[in-house]
């Protein structure tokens, strides 16, 4: 369903690669909004968060290690 509605016209995405990272990662189990900060985090050496059970089920997403501070 997400998908569908990412490619409809008339709903622009930003970053097309960003919103597919972030889907991938939230079909597997990951909370969209949580996906889409580390998604944009790309190039970066670490996501720090707060969120421990994000910090425990991240690990690593597209080369950027999720941490806390």
Same mark, same amino acid.
């Given at each position: 369903?997400?998908?569908?509605?990412?490619? @409809?016209?008339?709903?622009?995405? @930003?970053?097309?690669?960003?919103?597919?990272?972030?889907?991938?990662?939230? @079909?597997?189990?990951?909370?969209?909004?949580?996906?889409?900060?580390?998604?944009?985090?790309?190039?970066? @050496?670490?996501? /720090?968060? /707060?969120?421990?059970? /994000?910090? %425990?089920?991240?690990?690593? %997403?597209?080369?950027?290690?999720?941490?806390?501070?």
């Amino acid at each position: 369903m997400r998908r569908a509605l990412a490619g @409809e016209p008339g709903v622009p995405a @930003e970053d097309a690669d960003l919103v597919a990272a972030a889907m991938d990662w939230a @079909e597997a189990g990951m909370d969209f909004a949580d996906a889409s900060h580390v998604a944009a985090a790309r190039g970066c @050496e670490r996501f /720090l968060t /707060l969120d421990r059970r /994000l910090v %425990r089920a991240g690990g690593r %997403r597209g080369g950027v290690a999720i941490a806390a501070p």
